[in-house]
């Protein structure tokens, strides 16, 4: 295990392209997984884009049945319960290409797949996996999760919801509303946050969705986006569910609905790959058809700059997702191989990087906004209309940054946890912010650094770039201490640094890898593309880190800290923006489509 990477540890350790994983790494089995879930898409989903907008609740349901029948629901189940037990990469890889065409179908297969069916493999007992993993996992039963009620939300352990014990003690009775349920109009069993008595955190229940026992649904929500996902509310008086229906212990429901959205989370930021690429590919067709000014829109700047920006986001964050899924299924083999069930390496292995689930997961649901946005204005006034995908396409975005824990939740937590990992001794963040803290007060190094080798300047810069962030992180927890939770401010601004490093990180040791092995000169593309991502994030970590150290430091202090933050935010040569889009987007107007 000791030399398997901890969660938040890429902060403080120099990682090396070849311990990485990248797309490009797909096994023959994982691309063949890829093609026939793109097969099932282009053939059951894109065609149909209509009906979904339409509110065809029952064909989402239909659709659903059809992706149960081809084993697609239960790629991450293990195959004692009727699963394909595949590793956490393909079931990323799944979750990624099935999501592509809609939101409504993506959100009722994520609702399923991950909160609906998760809680129960990986804390239910034999008998509870044995009764309804089998039936979830092939689609004759669909699964959904309910914690949200009206009075709480991102306060999720706050819930009214009553689970009260019957005399005979075989039994409880679950009373209150919950609501935003997705797949709550065709579920078969539901997931039940409820509090008994008056404990502290709530307790999960399996309830199965029959008649004649007090469960009763709201009409559907109608919504901005997702429209064919059905969405209602839930309301249970007295329903009977035997005692032991009970998920884990009685009071640890707050713990299984946390670790549920950790692996939530980043199956979102999957979520929103591919809807990435075929966002860009629409917008490429479109600008190499639409002919103004007696030339395709294609070739002007204004255009090509939007089409380079997009697929350089799309592809740092494709970058990120799968090295973080990497990094979770080689610590889940890691606990297997210790004698771990397959319950507990998966709950500890994801767990342990809940960090980088967080971070994807702002990250990539706010490119798909941004993604699908400047689809919309390349289209121009047909992206405004219902007859092109732009328009949905960007309001199915929308939620993506609002649903598994809001993206400002989110970002707080990335740096929370960072800190309490810090705190508990399993990232040292004190030593590197001490060494970090002395540099400051040393002359800096004016010797010309040789940077004939790839990346050789922008692996220097990421590294100056964490120095940036450990300088305002570490000051701000020595300032506040236990009360930097209430500086939320400052919090975000030290999680969007901290997203920006993973990120940028993620696709330069991605395409050097690459470049390492097919040449640079054969993927010149990429590297303009991990140079523009990382261009764009060394002036996020600037601005916010600007920002961070003018709210708690002052005088010497504060010019001390900004003189550094210049220095670990300076190019020796600034990289030609215009130049690198123009490469990017060079390559895609050719190829007519996303083709990274």
């Known amino acids: 295990m000791e030399n398997i990477t901890r969660g938040g540890q890429f902060l403080v350790k120099e990682t090396k392209c070849e311990d990485i994983f990248t797309p490009e790494d797909f096994s023959e089995e994982q691309l063949m997984m890829r093609d026939s879930v793109k097969e099932f898409v282009d053939k059951e989903l894109w065609p149909n884009k209509d009906r979904f907008e339409k509110k065809d609740y029952a064909f989402t349901e239909e659709c659903m049945r059809k992706a149960g029948e081809l084993g697609l629901l239960g790629v991450a189940v293990p195959e004692a319960y009727g699963g394909l037990e595949m590793g956490f990469v393909s079931t990323m890889l799944v979750c990624d ?14 609702a399923h797949t991950g909160i609906g069916t998760m809680p129960i493999t990986l804390y239910g007992t034999e008998e509870q996996k044995k009764k309804y993993v089998p039936k979830l996992a092939t689609g004759e039963w669909f699964g959904a999760y309910c914690l949200t009620e009206p009075g709480a939300g991102s306060d999720a352990n706050s819930g009214k919801t009553k689970a009260v014990l019957s005399e005979d003690g075989k039994s409880y009775k679950i009373t209150g509303q919950k609501m935003w349920i997705s797949n709550a109009g065709f579920c078969s069993v539901f997931i039940v946050f409820a509090r008994i008595e008056d404990d502290k955190n709530i307790t999960g229940f399996i309830v199965e969705n029959v008649p004649n026992n007090g469960i009763t649904l709201g009409e559907e929500e109608h919504k901005l986006g997702i429209r064919s996902s059905s969405t209602r509310q839930v309301f249970f008086n007295d329903t009977v569910v035997p005692v032991e229906n009970m998920l884990a212990g009685r009071g640890e429901g707050f713990k299984i ?6 692996v939530g989370r980043i199956k979102l930021a999957a979520a929103c790959l591919d809807a990435q690429r075929r966002t860009i590919s629409g917008a490429v067709k479109y600008a190499n058809e639409r002919i103004q000014f007696n030339i395709p829109i294609a070739n002007f700047g204004a255009i090509r700059s939007k089409l380079a920006e997009m697929a350089a986001s799309c592809y740092a964050g494709e970058s990120a997702s799968y090295r973080a899924a990497k990094s979770i299924e080689d610590r889940i ?14 709950l500890k292995g994801v767990e342990e990087f809940a960090i980088e689930c967080s971070i ?8 798909i906004q941004n993604c699908s946005d400047e689809g919309i ?24 940054r609002i649903y598994e824990g809001t993206n400002e939740i ?15 001794g399993h990232v040292d963040l004190l030593g590197p912010a001490m060494k970090v803290a002395e540099e400051l007060m040393g002359i800096p190094s004016f010797d010309t650094p040789d940077y004939s080798e790839l990346f050789a300047e922008e692996k220097e810069l990421i590294g100056k770039l964490k120095k940036a962030f450990l300088m305002v992180a570490g000051s701000a927890v020595q300032k506040y201490g236990p009360d930097l939770d209430k500086h939320q401010q ?5 999680a969007d640094m901290l997203i920006e490093i993973y990120v940028a990180e993620s696709a330069i040791l991605r395409t050097e890898k690459t470049a390492k092995a097919n040449g640079a000169e054969n993927v010149k593309e990429q590297i303009a593309m991990a140079q523009l991502y990382l261009y764009h994030a060394t002036d996020i970590v600037t601005l916010k880190g600007k920002e961070g150290i003018a709210s708690f430091a002052e005088g010497d202090e504060q010019r001390m800290m900004l003189m550094g933050l210049r220095r670990f935010t300076k190019y020796t040569n600034v990289p030609n923006v ?5 490469i990017i987007a060079d390559k895609l107007i050719k190829e007519n489509h996303y083709c990274y």
């Open 97 to 110: 290409y099935i999501s592509g065409a809609t939101g409504s179908f993506s959100t009722a297969f994520g």
């Open 257 to 262: 609905a946390m670790n549920a959205l950790n």
């Open 333 to 346: 083999n890691a606990r297997i191989a210790e004698g771990a069930s397959h319950q507990e390496a998966e």
């Open 360 to 367: 994807l997961k702002v990250a990539v649901s706010e490119d």
């Open 377 to 400: 204005q390349i289209f121009g006034g047909m992206g405004f209309s219902e007859d092109t995908p732009m328009e949905s396409a960007w309001r199915d975005a929308r939620i993506a």
């Open 410 to 424: 989110n970002r707080m937590l990335s740096v929370g946890m960072l800190i309490k990992k810090a705190m508990k």
């Open 490 to 494: 400052l919090l975000m601004a030290a």
């Open 578 to 582: 215009v130049a690198l889009r123009e």
